[in-house]
């Protein structure tokens, strides 16, 4: 029998295999092109200094350098022309606010079985640049295409589109089974839909005029200002929880319906209530887009009648108004500590921090004594401070 020490060994951790000019490199590549896998770039590093790098190092590498990955803000590419047409719109509009409640809003959207999660790499704090924003046109994709409408007070079931749908078919299979029946029960309702060929085409623009249907004139690039997209968004939402992914697109189509359906009225009401404001945001963005689908998360608590609780990127936002007022801003709060703050404001103008050392550290013994003696003759007096020349 051996006697032995008890004493925990010492763990050595393996030598780090890139150079601070790897890292460099390393971070420049991702930056460069922000939606490159570690696994390229580790394959870059590799041949480039003859050493294995594996993509678990890079990854390392970069959030050292503090880059994560996020998904990107999506946009639909806009001319100057869809800005000016966008800015008219809402300045016709931009004294609505129970007449939103009127509106019916209605889209299509795409579930897919499979796609790429869309993640690019970005810094704390420049999600909103426009090197972080990735602009998108909508084109097919593998999965289901669903459409329905909402309204303040009720929606329609969800109908799965089959195929591609024409102004024919958007008519026999959308229009008068659907859409017809729905706005019979609304005498007061404003249709909206978007510009999409089978929605503009004459056959269509006729059945609304011989239905005596009245349409809301929808800008061109304006997702952003329909909330239906935020009720899609919602809906993802409660599909991501389901830890199994769908195998076959019936089985998706069975899901997208039942979240459809789970979706409580109140929070489609809580969609409505901020279009004032948004309406108001297109208008000091000249006509830009307005991020606000981008910023909530989608989840809400209804407080009263008219005020709910929104989670943003930032924190939880109130929207509405309370009884007895009738503001229909919003405002996003974000809560700092004091304390912080003034630690970052007091190490943003210090030298040491910014790398700068002073040539000479030492201090002169005569000019600390005229320094406290000014320090303790200084007086402030009615707003003012006033101070005795000194003799030196």
């Given amino acids: ?37 570690s696994r390229t770039i580790a394959q870059h590093i ?11 190092t890079i990854r390392r590498c970069l959030q050292q350098s503090g880059l994560s990955t996020r998904r990107p803000l999506l946009r639909l590419p806009s001319t100057q022309n869809h800005r000016r047409l966008r800015r008219q719109w809402c300045h016709e509009i931009r004294m609505w606010t129970a007449e939103w409640n009127e509106i019916v809003f209605t889209d299509e959207s795409c579930f897919c079985l499979q796609h790429h999660d869309g993640r690019i790499r970005v810094w704390s704090g420049e999600r909103m640049l426009n090197s972080c924003v990735m602009q998108r046109h ?33 008519i026999s299979e959308v229009l008068e089974p659907i859409v017809l029946p729905y706005l019979q029960g609304l005498p007061t309702a404003i249709f909206q839909q978007d510009n999409a060929r089978p929605h503009v085409a004459p056959i269509v623009q006729g059945f609304f005029v011989n239905r005596q249907i009245e349409l809301l004139p929808w800008p061109a690039r304006s997702s952003d200002l329909s909330p239906i997209d935020n009720m899609w968004s919602m809906v993802a939402e409660r599909l991501a929880q389901i830890t199994s992914q769908a195998a076959t697109p019936g089985q998706l189509w069975q899901r997208v319906e039942a979240a459809w359906s789970a979706v409580p009225q109140e929070h489609i009401q809580s969609l409505f209530e901020p279009m004032p404001r948004r309406v108001v945001a297109v208008i000091s963005n000249n006509g830009g887009a307005d991020y606000y689908y981008d910023i909530v998360t989608g989840k809400l608590k209804r407080l009263y009648k008219h005020l709910v609780a929104a989670e943003t990127l930032f924190d939880w936002s ?23 703050i003034s630690d970052q404001i007091k190490n943003f103008g210090d ?17 600390d004594v005229i320094m406290e003696k000014f320090e303790s003759e200084i007086l402030y007096k009615n707003s003012r401070y006033k101070a005795r020349l000194m003799d030196v």
């Fill in 318 to 340: 109130l929207l509405g108004y309370t009884k007895g007022t009738t503001c229909t801003s919003t405002a996003f709060n974000i809560v700092v500590e004091e304390d912080i």
């Fill in 46 to 56: 590799q041949s480039v200094t003859h050493h294995p790098v594996s993509a678990r």
């Fill in 351 to 367: 030298l040491k921090s910014l790398g700068i050392k002073p040539e000479n550290e030492s201090s002169d013994p005569l000019e």
């Fill in 1 to 37: 029998m051996q006697d032995g020490s008890t004493d925990r060994r010492v763990q050595l951790h393996p030598p780090q295999c890139t150079t601070s000019r790897d890292d460099r490199n390393i971070l420049r590549m991702a930056v460069t092109d922000r939606s490159v896998i």
């Fill in 138 to 170: 909508t084109g097919p994709a593998p999965g289901i295409m669903v459409w329905s409408d909402i309204g303040y007070y009720s929606r329609t079931p969800l109908m799965r589109i089959a195929s591609t749908l024409n102004s024919q078919r958007y």
